[in-house]
């Protein structure tokens, strides 16, 4: 029985003429109805102290004896702390999400402190929920539970160091060291030097004119001259100037890069109601900042970098921390694409967020992102491989995969970059990085790489075993990527790394080289009777996409080879004579065709990517060294976080 209702029972039965009125008496009261307090013999006060004394004993025992009731009952009385609303976080950062509830202690608590009918159901239902999850901490394994307390003492010890922080609210202080090579040498060569800056003016017309016509919204639309806005970012706006920053800064471009920090400043807000896809924003926002942050040395970017990371965690609440594809960043809802395999997450989204999140942790002192992708990696490692390959579909509930459809190009892509790049960042301590990319590159080699009749070395896609013939546009970074992977290929590989990387190119630029504009579609195909080839309607378009040029500039810095200047150079005149357009740059619906239909949109990623890699391609390699720096997918370059530099801890995690 509640202490409460238990009081006023004693209160009546003690105070002075409690038993003689109508109401404390009732029916059946006898002689003793009639008699006085004072009436009473020793003998009945000497039982009534014993009955009293007795009472105070059972309640005492309750409160300091039955399990959890001192918990209880500083709840009721006392009203702990864990009554308070937290303090609002320093500087408006914002917050882990809260445990369900709010915590069992702090629940019943506040249910008993609420008094109304229930609230011992509730109590006891907190108390039950506790004791379930203290059993199910029992069955972690102790390096798990090792691993949650360091994580907590870690976040305190952050929180209170952030707190002291001045003007850098909720970061820890860090002193910034521009990494080597974030500025480099005009090239020697007078004739790349022309190539070079003509490379640079096409950057500049395509960022005026986003300025003139779309400054401040996702991206331009060249031909009606407006704003382009694009659902995978929700209503965060802005995304064609965080993806410039970084080629902004690189090209020497002072004056918009100074213009485009103070937009950031300004206006970028992620406070908004808005679903987004995870993987998008992490690679173009996230990945912008931090790279504009690792050149400039602008807290500004940090800060942002942060406060959007902080806003995508919701997305990895599922039942295998498998992230959903889509977040509403304000309710931290999330759910997946209706149209991917039985509601799965993606390989190339939750694939593709490594990098930027380790980099997070680094910047913030918090764990807590690099953790997540590490759980990610531990999800898959577990899981059974279809010939040692990686389906795209992988369910976040069940942990199951999808469909078994395997690619490098689309919904595959660059979750395989970002395993060769996590060890490659690691300065080659991530060893499971390491060897998760090179084993999934042999099953790619076996079962999809393919060539043709007439020579051209392909990568096919696997649906359940059987081929398609068919490669994306997109696919065409593994060029590069090989070629990257080279160095720490097991077996005496290198050369064959590096040939393999040298093939994929030739054959993009062969689907380049086989279109009336000299640009690539986005698939081509190497069955009935041709050979990079688009021929179906819906893949004869180009995009402004980048993957063949970056292949181009991965090759180039890895062999010197000079066609790999002159192939970009012609996509360079192809880009001039059929996307340049007045009011920026376009992609194109048709590749095959003699007259350009335009179809209005200058990608973000046109600026992030495709001019970057071209400027890249003309520049010596001290500009952005791949000793210090590896590209995010979206082109945004960020440091190699060097064992010697004290990142020991960061690379291990
Ligand atoms: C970019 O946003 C990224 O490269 C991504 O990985 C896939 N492709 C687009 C550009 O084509």
């Known amino acids: ?23 404390g008496g009732g029916a059946g009261g006898g002689g003793r109805k009639a008699a006085g307090p004072g009436a009473f013999r020793l003998t009945e006060k000497f039982v009534l102290l014993l009955v009293f004394s007795a009472f105070i004993t059972l ?11 001192s918990k209880l009952l500083s709840g009721v009385f006392f009203h702990s702390a864990a009554l308070q609303p937290p303090p609002p976080p320093p500087g408006g950062q914002p917050r882990a999400p809260p445990q369900p509830g709010g915590g069992p202690v702090a629940g ?17 239902a907190d108390h039950e929920r506790a004791l379930r999850e203290a059993k199910e901490t029992l069955q972690k ?23 002291k922080e001045a003007g850098a609210p909720g970061l820890p202080q860090r002193l910034f060291r521009q990494p080597v090579g974030a500025v480099g040498q005009e090239p020697a060569d007078p004739a790349v030097r022309q190539r070079r800056a003509k490379i640079k003016e ?3 017309h395509a960022w005026d004119n986003y300025k003139r016509y779309a400054w401040g919204l996702n991206e331009l639309k060249p031909i009606s001259k407006q704003g382009h806005s694009s659902n995978l970012f929700g209503n965060i706006q802005g995304a064609t100037i965080v993806d410039a920053l970084d080629t902004l800064y690189i090209m020497e471009m002072k004056e918009e890069f100074k213009e485009a920090k103070e937009w950031v400043e300004k206006n970028l807000d992620f406070n908004v109601n808005a679903e987004i ?21 602008e807290e ?59 980099h997070l942790s680094h910047l913030s002192g918090n764990p807590v992102f690099a953790e997540k992708v590490m759980n990610i990696r531990k999800v898959l ?20 995969w999808g469909q078994h459809h395997v690619s490098i190009g689309g919904l595959g892509d660059s979750f395989y970059e970002y395993l060769l790049k996590a060890w490659l960042m690691s300065d080659k301590t991530d060893e499971e990085g390491k060897k998760m990319y090179y084993d999934a590159v042999q099953a790619i080699e076996t079962h999809l790489i393919r060539k043709s009749s007439g020579g051209l070395t392909y990568i096919a896609e696997w649906k359940g075993g059987l081929l398609e013939h068919k490669m994306g546009h997109l696919t065409c970074f593994a060029g590069g990527m090989f070629a990257l992977g080279a160095d720490g290929a097991p077996n005496d590989k290198m050369g064959h790394h590096i040939e393999l990387g040298a093939e994929i190119a030739r054959t993009c630029h062969e689907s380049y080289d086989r279109t009336s504009m000299k640009l690539g579609p986005e698939a081509f195909r190497f069955d009935g009777g041709v050979e990079a080839i688009a021929t179906r309607q819906n893949e004869k378009y180009y995009i402004l996409r980048p993957e063949v040029i970056e292949t181009y500039m991965y090759m180039w810095r890895l062999t010197h080879d000079p066609k790999y200047r002159q192939w970009g150079w012609e996509a360079v005149e192809a880009l001039e004579k059929h996307c340049r357009v007045d009011g920026g740059y376009s992609g194109i619906r048709d590749v095959y065709n003699n007259h350009e239909s335009h179809d209005d949109v200058q990608q973000s990623f046109f600026l992030s990517e495709t001019l970057k890699y071209l400027y890249l391609l003309f520049s010596e390699d001290d500009l952005l060294p791949f000793e210090h720096w590896i590209f995010n997918t979206e082109a945004h370059p960020l440091p190699v976080l060097h064992k010697d530099d004290g990142n020991k801890e960061e690379n291990q995690k």
């Open 1 to 23: 029985m509640p202490a409460a209702s238990l009081l006023p029972l004693f209160g009546s039965a003690a105070g002075p003429g409690a038993l003689g009125g109508p109401a």
């Open 277 to 297: 896809s995870v993987f998008e924003v992490n690679i173009r926002f996230v990945g912008g900042l931090l790279s504009a942050y690792y050149l400039s040395g």
């Open 202 to 204: 096409m950057m500049k």
């Open 108 to 124: 019943a608590a506040a249910a008993a402190a609420a008094g109304g009918a229930g609230s011992l159901e509730r109590i006891r």
């Open 300 to 358: 500004v970017f940090r800060k942002k970098a942060v406060e959007l990371g902080e806003k995508l965690l919701p997305a990895f609440n599922t039942p295998t921390g498998i992230p959903w594809a889509l977040l509403n960043i304000k309710s931290g809802i999330g759910r997946n694409w209706p149209w991917a395999s039985g509601g799965s997450s993606i390989l190339a989204e939750f694939g593709t967020l490594h990098l930027e999140f380790v």
């Open 59 to 69: 309640c005492f025992g309750a409160i300091f004896f039955l399990p959890d009731s």
């Open 381 to 400: 490692n577990r899981l059974d491989k279809p010939e040692g390959l990686y389906p795209n579909y992988l369910n976040p509930s069940s942990g199951q």
């Open 141 to 163: 394994l102790p390096e798990e539970i090792r691993r949650d307390i360091r994580q907590d003492k870690e976040k305190l010890l952050q929180d209170a160091r952030g707190r």
